[in-house]
């Protein structure tokens, strides 16, 4: 094998490149689109580039926060939150509702989204987008480093109590990721991809 000329780093000292490699490289990265519910009734929507899926049964899904966010102290405060599916068509809402606003400003108001009512939690769903799920809260934990100190990010875990699907995304009963067209963030501070079916490949598991 050659011998590869690597760019080696520690990122406590520094990458030395124009932009931060990390995201690029742990890519993609589903969106976590976020909305939530204050104690008072104040609605919050808010995509996150740190999401995913962390178990099967129950369903838990999860999403990180660089620092104490709105969405993160609603879901304290309620034990409630809604994961919305960002897809290409809904791509310039969903950048909409990145918008640093004071807390009480609706963000479904700002992209132009409808509000849709859930079934468990009292939380609005985006009726434009092909999936949700309703969650209720299960952990809010704050990141630490190596060396134990606190970092300034918090991972907020919920179960997945109850799914909204579009049927147009079911063929045969088997849901069909790329008909739904999802973007997932790449890197850098505005770049996405978009999962098409040309894009897509299969392989079987070895057992």
């Known amino acids: 094998m050659t011998e590869k000329d690597l760019h ?82 809904l791509a310039k809402q969903m950048n909409a509702t990145a ?6 400003v609706d963000e479904f108001s700002i992209a132009g989204l409808t509000p849709a009512p859930c079934k468990i939690v009292n939380v609005p769903r985006v009726a434009e987008s092909p999936v949700s799920f309703e969650c209720k809260l299960t ?17 907020t875990l919920g179960e997945v109590v109850a799914v909204h699907i579009d049927k147009a995304m079911i063929r045969d009963g088997v849901y069909q990721t790329a008909l739904a067209h999802p973007i997932v963030r790449a890197g850098r501070r505005g770049d996405y991809f978009e999962i098409r079916e040309d894009a897509m490949f299969e392989m079987t598991r070895p057992d």
């Open 139 to 155: 952990q809010v934990i704050q990141l630490q480093r190596a060396d134990g100190r606190l970092a300034d990010a918090w991972l």
């Open 8 to 89: 080696y780093y520690e990122p406590k000292n520094g990458h030395g490149l124009k932009h931060d490699p990390f995201n690029a490289i742990v890519a993609p990265r589903p969106i976590g689109w976020i909305s939530s519910r204050d104690g008072k009734g104040n609605v919050n929507l808010a995509p996150y580039s740190f999401f995913n899926g962390f178990c099967y049964v129950p369903p838990i899904i999860g999403f990180s926060s660089t620092s104490w966010k709105d969405s993160v102290n609603n879901i304290r405060e309620t034990g409630e939150f809604v994961w919305n599916l960002a897809t290409r068509d």
């Open 99 to 104: 918008a640093h606003v004071a807390r009480e």
